[in-house]
């Protein structure tokens, strides 16, 4: 049970992450995370209260503090994707989210057999292997470099190097996610991961508050400079706008789902499995990348894929 939840969990995060990044190149990240955050919260939230368990105050506040973690990774995850090619982004942050929960998870005593031990190596150097991404921004650009080749690449450059940072720091905050909601699932599913999401959503709320006052000041510095800014991007409040604000939102409804298949994973079988085959989501989300938006896959990366599928057989066995 714990491979196939822990697996649906992946596909789930996968999905969403991709819905929700492709969301943020076009409408702002933190409005992006503030609806799915309010969208999350509400389905969690109303998921917990017709659930039969009662909630208890250290679920709550192991949630809360996970919520806390992983809103600001999703800030940092979602940014990345916004502004870097996704197939650098995901697998980087899936890798560096293995490595706490992991780490936990043989300290306190899970011992694997052999077959679980080969497989989740497999699937630690598929992640790697898919985040060799050094020329996948220029999957758009290809046809055009011309007379801007080193120009082009050198903006690639700094591209790769700013998606990997990104991905780094989502991914460590992640596996703090992945740690400590962990440790709220062991008093109940649907209370932790609700509380999980109202911890998210304030953290976005926050990071909100602090963008806007920092934009109130820029803009007392540039007179009116910055309002004629603002009232251009609210001129575009059509009818796809609006399916796109809708499209943000389902993407919390999204990792609701796969915040409830993690947790059950966690509870009914070894923890650092379940953290090993949740963080294979940046497969889908790459896969989702080349097929929807036509970003290039190198021949490492499809290795790095079809290593996942083989380690995850592995894990299965």
Known sequence: MVILLGLAAAVLYGCGDFIGGTASRRVSVLTVLMLAESAGSVVALVAAALSPGAASLAGLAWGAGAGTAGGLGLIMFYTGLATGPMSVVAPVSGLVSTILPVAVALAEGERPGVGVY????????????????????????GGRRGRRGSAGRSGGAGQ????????????GLFGLFFLLIRNAGQSGTLWPVASARVGELASVLAAAGVLQLALRRRARGRSNAGASGTGASGTGASGAYGRLLMV??????????????????????????????ASLYPGVTVLLARVVLGERLRGVQQIGLGLAAVGILLVAS
């Open 248 to 277: 943000a939102a389902s993407a919390g409804v999204i990792d609701v789902i796969a915040n409830i298949c993690y947790v059950a994973a966690a509870r009914t079988g070894m923890f650092g499995l379940a953290v090993v085959l």
């Open 160 to 171: 790769t190097v700013r998606a990997l940072a990104y991905g780094v720091g989502a991914g």
């Open 118 to 141: 080969a497989g989740a190596m497999l699937c630690f150097v598929a992640i790697v292997l898919a985040s060799s991404a050094g020329g996948a921004d220029g999957s758009r650009t």
